[in-house]
Every structure is written in structure tokens, then in C-alpha cells.
């Protein structure tokens, strides 16, 4: 649990989602701290795509988004390094707002989404644009090792109505935008996600980027921010 006054990181018993909040005393100083993703999901990553309105594109909200799963192998924490595929040709980056599951949920009506949500972290979605353009299916652009960053804290109370995101390579801010544009918001895409897979405790689901994806390469670093959550930074290297 981080101090809000401090930045340090408080040492908690257990998993807060099964067992509460229960501090154990013992505190780690910021920087010391070598974080990991804060939720490994218990079965899957839930991607949604063209979900956001920009002055070229309005998707409808009442219409299904694209939808792709990533596996929990994906997953990595804040400054754990991309590691780009010996197979890949042109990867490339999106930020986004992450949604944590609870609880075990299906078909969840709108009006009862908060009861399944844990909190809200960021996201960098990796693909793989070659491959992608390439295969039938998008399991190998976006299912690769360490293609699905997460961190760097989870926030269980956040208004998520309209929050900056951006995205950094090597200090330069390459994209930004907010979720105030979203096409289709967290509540609704929650429930429209349940009544399409039974979603577990842990599971994640990427609310969509704000702006094209970003190309970075073998050598940079790439800071993906979501407002009121933090930075998630991770460097881009090569396959060895």
C-alpha cells in the first residue's frame, strides 16, 4: 500500500483483494522498492479495440468493439524490459486504462459494475503492427512475452470520467489524450465484456488507446501515464 504522505510502500499480510487491507509495520522506502506488476490475472487480459471517439473516427457505443484476449504470460511489471520477438517487425505501443476484476462476474448490468471492480492501473498494450497485418488471428502480435506491461500501483477509488493519458519515448511525449473520449465508458464496457466471458478475480480488461499506436525500438524507453495512477515505465530490447 503506498503512503500517501511519504511514496514509501507499506508491507501488507496478504493479498488485499481476499484478505483485506492489513498493514504489517514493516515499510519500504520508495526507493528501494523494486516493484512488480501489481496483479497477475488468474486467467486472461481483455483488449478492446476502436474504443475511443477522435475527429476521424465516432464509433457507436451501442455496436461491439473489436475484443482480443492476451495471456496472463503477457503480463510484466514497471521497468521489466519489453522484449521484442526475433519474429516481429514493427511493434509498436498503447497506453491505456486498465480495469482489475474483483470478484467472479457475469452478465453484470451497468448499474451493478462497481460491485466487481478492485481498481484501476495502466496498461501498455504491445503489438506487434506486422504481424498483425500478416495473421488471421491476433494472438501472436499481442500475445508475446512481456507484451502486456502492467503497473505501476493499483487505485481502488478513481474517477475515471476524464483522466490524461500519455505516451513518453525517451522523454518526449509522443501521444496524449483522455478518457473523457472514450466511446464507450468503463461501466459499459465492463458489463458488455461479462456478458461475453465469465470474468475472475484478477482478470484485466484494457479500456482502449486514446490515439495511434506508437512505434518504439530496440533501445528505448517508454513511459506510458495514466493521470491519477502513475507511470509505468519499461525499456524496449531485442530478443537475445
Given at each position: ?41 488468474r486467467s486472461k487480459v481483455v483488449g478492446i479495440g476502436d474504443n ?106 478513481l474517477d475515471t470520467s476524464d483522466l490524461e493519458i500519455t505516451l513518453s519515448v525517451n522523454g518526449e511525449v509522443r501521444g ?65
Amino acid at each position: 500500500m503506498v503512503d500517501d504522505n511519504t511514496g514509501n510502500y507499506i508491507v501488507l499480510a496478504d493479498d488485499p483483494m481476499y484478505s483485506g487491507i492489513e498493514p504489517t509495520g514493516q515499510v519500504v522506502a520508495r526507493g528501494d522498492a523494486n516493484l512488480v506488476s501489481p496483479m497477475i490475472p488468474r486467467s486472461k487480459v481483455v483488449g478492446i479495440g476502436d474504443n475511443y471517439n477522435t475527429p476521424d473516427n465516432r464509433p457507436d457505443p451501442a455496436t461491439v468493439p473489436t475484443v482480443f484476449l492476451k495471456p496472463n504470460t503477457a503480463v510484466v511489471g514497471p521497468n521489466v524490459p519489453i522484449t521484442i520477438p526475433s519474429w516481429a517487425g514493427d511493434v509498436r505501443h498503447e497506453p491505456e486504462l486498465a480495469v482489475v476484476i474483483s470478484r467472479i462476474a457475469k452478465d453484470v448490468p451497468v448499474d451493478r459494475v462497481d460491485d466487481v471492480i478492485f481498481g484501476y492501473t495502466v496498461a501498455n498494450d504491445v503489438t506487434d503492427a506486422a504481424t498483425q497485418a500478416t495473421d488471421a488471428q491476433w494472438a501472436r502480435a499481442k500475445g508475446f512475452d512481456t507484451s502486456c506491461p502492467i503497473g505501476p500501483v493499483i487505485v481502488t477509488e478513481l474517477d475515471t470520467s476524464d483522466l490524461e493519458i500519455t505516451l513518453s519515448v525517451n522523454g518526449e511525449v509522443r501521444g496524449r489524450g483522455t478518457t473523457a473520449d472514450l466511446a464507450r465508458g468503463v461501466k459499459q464496457l465492463v458489463s458488455l465484456v461479462s456478458h461475453m466471458f465469465t470474468l475472475l478475480p484478477g482478470d484485466i480488461i484494457l479500456t482502449g488507446s486514446p490515439f495511434p499506436a506508437v512505434e518504439a525500438a530496440v533501445g528505448d524507453d517508454v513511459v506510458c501515464t495514466v493521470e491519477g495512477i502513475g507511470d509505468l515505465r519499461n525499456p524496449v530490447v531485442a530478443d537475445s
